[in-house]
């Protein structure tokens, strides 16, 4: 918040305070018989003499941040017009409608109503009244809108009393009078209302039960419903990856290159040929060949 900004609202409160008591004075002194209009009570207002702590402001509006124009310069902005009485609390009309009687009628010490003034001209022009129907006799009146002293009386009050008491089983007889009735009788009637209530209390008790037990059989449906929704969408994902899958698998075998095959030790593949087991170191030979 700007400096110039605290300094205007500072002399807008001063000056708001001055004014209030200024119309307050005025409508002590004078007691108006049918209100004041805005424009009498500014008249009235300016003649008064504010207080010798008041202090004429210095500046009434707040600047405002310069403006660009469609060529990017820098707008000559408008000064504001100066209120016709700077040096007054009451510095315009303007300032005395919008914030010093809102501020009274806020305080409910002034009201806004309808007053019948008579006019000062009685003689009525001639365009207004028809053919053939005579003019009114008396003065001719307008009604005008005027502030007055507020009734404290017409302000409406707040109810203080706090709303009954509702009765559980009032319509079966719950707190009814049973003085006129007999002592058996009595007895009877209240053993009836009792037993009443209780039947009541029980049928409600079940509406709740069964209330309760359907919300959760539709909360049960609800999460079974999205299980199965769930278990859909990851079996319809699983099916996916396996279509993709099968496609890739022929395109990975034609792209992968063909490594090829160690060739094994001959001696260890050859095929063996067996010496005649004529001898004996022949037939040790075959033994250790085939241990081989």
Request: glycine fraction near 4%.
């Amino acid at each position: 918040m700007s400096a110039a900004f605290q300094r205007v609202v500072q002399q807008n409160q001063t000056a708001l305070k001055e004014g209030v008591a200024i119309v307050r004075n005025i409508i002590a002194k004078n007691p108006p018989p049918t209100g004041y209009t805005t424009l009498e009570l500014y008249k009235l207002a300016i003649k008064e003499q504010p207080s010798p702590e008041f202090k004429p402001p210095t500046q009434h509006t707040i600047p405002t941040r310069p403006k660009l124009d469609a060529k990017g310069q820098i707008k000559q902005a408008t000064p504001s017009p100066e209120p016709p009485n700077p040096t007054h609390p009451v510095r315009s009309m303007t300032f005395l409608k919008h914030n010093i009687l809102p501020f009274l009628e806020g305080r409910r010490e002034l009201q806004k109503t309808r007053a019948e003034r008579i006019l000062a001209h009685t003689s009525l022009p001639t365009k207004n009244v028809k053919k053939g129907k005579p003019a009114p006799d008396g003065p001719a009146t307008e009604t005008v809108w005027v502030w007055a002293p507020a009734d404290p009386n017409s302000w409406p009050k707040q109810s203080t009393t706090a709303p009954p008491k509702e009765v559980y089983g009032e319509d079966l007889g719950v707190g009814e009078d049973l003085s006129h009735l007999s002592k058996r009788r009595e007895r009877a009637r209240r053993a009836k209302i009792r037993a009443d209530v209780h039947a009541m209390k029980v049928a409600e008790g079940i509406a709740r039960q069964k209330v309760k037990s359907e919300a959760g059989a539709a909360l049960r449906r609800k999460q079974a419903e999205q299980a199965a929704r769930r278990e859909k969408r990851e079996a319809e994902a699983r099916a996916k990856a396996e279509v993709k899958v099968k496609a890739a698998a022929p395109l990975r075998r034609t792209s992968a290159p063909q490594v090829p095959r160690a060739q094994a030790p001959s001696s260890l593949f050859a095929k063996r040929t067996e010496v005649p087991a004529t001898s004996r170191p022949a037939r040790e030979e075959n033994f250790m060949s085939r241990r081989l």
